[in-house]
T-cell receptor, first 113, second 112 residues
Framework: NAGVTQTPKFRILKIGQSMTLQCTQD?????MYWYRQDPGMGLKLIYY???????DKGEVPNGYNVSRSTTEDFPLRLELAAPSQTSVYFC????????????FGSGTRLTVV | GDSVTQMEGPVTLSEEAFLTINCTYT??????LFWYVQYPGEGLQLLLK???ADDKGSNKGFEATYRKETTSFHLEKGSVQVSDSAVYFC???????????WGAGTKLIIKP
């Protein structure tokens, strides 16, 4: 049972480059989320999805895009990387109930130089 | 709106000391409450939870009781170890939108 899998674990991008952070879950969870965590800070919600084909903006969506074509996958796209996007990115998933909380991936550490 | 307030860190204790990390919440309904732990360089892991008033969540020697009258969910441990050094996040989840509302996190440092 893999849970939530994120790839890559580390990445260095140059300013203006693009990349996709991958997230896959095998728990058949409806809900999926992308967070960023800046050094010494808490979590900020970037985007979330309540099911395949449905996505919505979180607190800090600018500079990012997402898609949800399947229940399992929720990739996060950075189109024009900026130094302000240097952060650790976490993907999470949950069932549609308040009883269980979220399951998190291990994170992607992104540096934009 | 709904919110979670945690005590500011870092909290520094000696090994075998008693730990309390305060967490209070504001919510319009009856949320579920969670503590997550983030060890250095790792992702967040669910530590414990409570889904209704007076429930006690417990795991790895940590406990927290859902107190509706004081809107609190304080994390406690009787005897901390160096391996407990981590950042602890309190969070609430409403059944209206299933989005976790996070506290800012409290860094715990345990010295041998």
């Amino acid at each position: 049972n893999a849970g939530v899998t994120q790839t890559p674990k580390f990445r260095i991008l140059k300013i203006g480059q693009s990349m996709t952070l991958q997230c896959t879950q095998d728990m058949n969870h409806n809900y999926m989320y992308w967070y960023r965590q800046d050094p010494g800070m808490g979590l900020k919600l970037i985007y979330y999805s309540v099911g395949a084909g449905i996505t919505d903006k979180g607190e800090v969506p600018n500079g990012y895009n997402v898609s949800r074509s399947t229940t399992e996958d929720f990739p996060l796209r950075l189109e024009l990387a900026a130094p302000s996007q240097t952060s650790v990115y976490f993907c999470a998933s949950s069932p549609p109930t308040e009883l269980y909380g979220y399951t998190f991936g291990s994170g992607t550490r992104l540096t934009v130089v | 709106g709904d919110s979670v307030t945690q005590m500011e860190g870092p909290v520094t204790l000696s090994e075998e000391a008693f730990l309390t990390i305060n967490c209070t919440y504001t919510a319009t309904g009856y949320p579920s409450l969670f503590w997550y732990v983030q060890y250095p360089g790792e992702g967040l892991q669910l530590l414990l939870k409570a889904t209704k008033a007076d429930d006690k969540g417990s795991n790895k020697g940590f406990e927290a009781t859902y107190r509706k009258e004081t809107t609190s969910f304080h994390l406690e441990k009787g005897s901390v170890q160096v391996s407990d050094s981590a950042v602890y996040f309190c969070a609430l989840l409403m059944d209206s939108n299933y989005q976790l509302i996070w506290g800012a996190g409290t860094k715990l440092i345990i010295k041998p």
